[in-house]
């Protein structure tokens, strides 16, 4: 069978063949045939807008890899710097390379003061942190004027160091503000993950738990990368106007920030709050299918996942694991219960609908003492390494130029100008 695709101008009998790569084929094709025609595709859902060789995404099996490397085995016996570094770089590290990397991530995590007094103490006492860290991402950039040198490398590989260290401390900044606390400094002493617990909980003799810090380093690796999502498209389509990458990852945490998206964990806590207790779960269900509800099953269904997404598989045993140290959340039977009836119901098994990575991360969250407003916060931090490493993709990608989709115009003609008084 040819892997080509011809495609034929009905107005002109012209025709174009090309190849088709991968179940890709080229635009251009379009535009050889007849360059003012345009495809309309509405949220590309049929758009492949870049090549990438970072993450691979089946969503009819529900495999999921980074670089070539099964979620499963990275969350298993992997750390979040290590999948860092394996993201930006394309190989895991060595050990010298590891520890290298390790120290400078380390030894950026601090932020200007003014960050802390003169910027965060210019939000209402009531913020919500999502906003707070989507605004801080954009004022950091402020500090480095260098940044703007995005087709330098050395600038680049500067602006990851500072962004992949300093979100942990902002995101914690961010909670500490918001409920009134002093904030506490990094500890360069202890592990990526732990320090940020440590920044978010310390209070006088408070000491990480290493199985939490475990399973945080888990949920950061989980939520790292997962190719071309809305906000990591943001991320692209912002850089690709050569924006630094503090303005173009603010844009990225802003696209994160929607509940169809990064927010979904946070609605999908409220959503189970509001269910109550598992006798409500059916009538919950058919208030969904109903459209009664006035929302969707939350943590439910995906745009590319037409399976189970692997990444809520072990979201879901690593919410025992860590039950086992703060006691079970309470929402834990109706989300339960909820899965169940959801997965042997027609309407959510006709159109492929299962579980996504938020449907159990802000159990977790919430049972680690984490406030719903801070969830999607927590996808940030590590996605930040996501959008980086598509950034720097994007920016050396000689196919790339500045993102610039077409539209069909669907207005009115020409028409004149009606005075005030005749209209
Ligand atoms: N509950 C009920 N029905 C749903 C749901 C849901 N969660 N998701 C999709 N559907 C229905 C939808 O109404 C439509 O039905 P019909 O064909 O009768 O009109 C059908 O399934 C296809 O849905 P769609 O809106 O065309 O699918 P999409 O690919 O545009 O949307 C989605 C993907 C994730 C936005 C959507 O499934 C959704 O809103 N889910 C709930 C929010 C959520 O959990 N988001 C987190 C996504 S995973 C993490 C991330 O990417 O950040």
Redesign the pocket.
């Known amino acids: 069978m040819p892997e080509t695709i011809t495609i034929t101008d009905d107005r002109t009998g012209k025709q174009v063949t090309v190849p088709i790569t991968n179940g890709v084929f080229p635009a251009s094709a379009v535009r050889e045939l007849d360059p003012s025609l345009f495809i309309y595709d509405p949220?590309y859902m049929q758009t492949a807008a870049c090549r990438s060789s970072i993450t691979y995404l089946d969503g009819d099996n529900g495999i999921l890899r980074y670089r070539g490397y099964p979620i499963e085995q990275l969350a298993e016996k992997s750390t979040f710097l290590e999948v860092a570094y394996l993201l930006l770089n394309g190989d895991l590290p060595n050990a010298e390379q590891l520890k290298q990397w390790t120290l400078d991530v380390t030894h950026h995590t601090f932020v200007h003061e003014n960050m802390r007094k003169r910027f965060l103490d210019g939000f209402h006492y009531d913020a919500h942190p999502m906003g707070m860290f989507v605004s801080s991402m954009a004022a950091l950039g402020t500090f480095y004027p260098e940044a703007k040198n995005v087709l330098d490398k050395g600038s680049r590989d500067q602006q990851i160091l500072r962004l992949i260290a300093k979100t942990p401390t902002i995101a914690a900044m961010c909670h500490r503000f918001s409920v009134g606390l002093p904030f506490v400094y990094p500890d360069n002493d202890i592990s990526f993950p732990a320090n940020f617990l440590n920044m978010m909980w310390k209070i006088g003799d408070y000491e990480v738990d290493p199985r939490l810090e475990r399973a945080m380093d888990v949920l950061f690796i989980l939520h790292a990368d997962?190719e071309q999502?809305?906000g990591t498209t943001s991320m692209r389509v912002v850089g690709s106007s050569q924006a630094d990458p503090y303005s173009a990852a603010a844009a990225a945490a802003s696209a994160?920030y929607g509940?169809?998206?990064?927010g979904?964990n946070e609605?999908?806590v409220r959503m189970l709050a509001d269910i109550g207790s598992i006798e409500n779960v059916p009538a919950f269900i058919e208030d969904?299918k109903s459209g009664k509800a006035g929302s969707?099953?939350?943590?439910?269904?995906?745009?590319v996942y037409k399976n189970y997404?692997p990444r809520a598989r072990i979201i879901k045993e690593v919410a025992y694991g860590v039950f086992e140290v703060t006691g079970k959340n309470p929402l834990l039977d109706i989300a339960l219960k909820l899965e169940e009836a959801a997965l042997n119901d027609d309407y959510?098994k006709s159109?492929k609908?299962y579980p996504?990575?938020?449907f159990y991360s802000g159990l977790i969250y919430q049972a680690m003492g984490f406030p719903a407003e801070m969830f999607t916060v927590l996808f940030a931090i590590p996605r930040t390494v996501g959008w980086l490493a598509h950034w720097q993709e994007m920016l050396t990608d000689k196919e790339q130029k500045i993102s610039r989709p077409r539209q069909w115009y669907t207005g009115v003609d020409e028409r004149d100008y009606v005075p005030l008084g005749s209209r």
């Open positions: 949220a997962h999502n809305c994160l509940p169809l998206h990064g979904a609605a999908v969904v969707r099953l939350m943590g439910f269904g995906h745009r997404d959510f159109r609908l996504n990575v938020d």
